[in-house]
């Protein structure tokens, strides 16, 4: 099972991206998809999560702004970004959790897409 990331870039203040995050392989079950970003110089912080009972969660700094959501088959996560900021500026990760069948879990990790906000 691999997650990959797509649809980062280099936007302007006020404008708007959607990330991809698609999975390659079968899970037994959804334990959650979640979406972190690392700006230079700092550590990797939480942006949005949405649980395998569609709960979803957001980090203050993006509530309002930022949208998740995830494909009918479960195995694409999205974040819509809107009124992107300077701040927004960032590596952006998703992870997608498998509930294994032995009640464990696995947590798969992207290697991220760069999203970049001019002022």
């Known amino acids: 099972v691999k997650v990959a990331e797509s649809g980062g870039g280099s936007v302007q203040a006020g404008e708007s991206l959607t990330l991809s995050c698609a999975r390659s392989?079968?899970?037994?079950?959804?334990?959650?998809m979640e979406w972190y970003r690392q700006a230079p110089g700092k550590g990797r912080e939480f942006v949005s999560s949405i649980s395998s009972r569609g709960i979803k969660k957001y980090a203050t700094s993006v509530e309002g702004r930022f949208s998740i959501s995830t494909d009918i088959t479960e195995s694409t996560l999205y974040l819509q970004m809107n009124s992107l900021k300077h701040e927004d500026t960032a590596v952006y990760y998703c992870?997608?959790?498998?509930?294994?069948?032995?009640?464990?879990?696995?947590?798969?990790w992207g290697l991220g897409t760069q999203v970049t906000v001019s002022s």
């Open positions: 992870m997608q959790c498998e509930a294994t069948v032995t009640g464990g879990t696995t947590k798969y």
């Open positions: 392989g079968d899970i037994y079950s959804s334990c959650g």
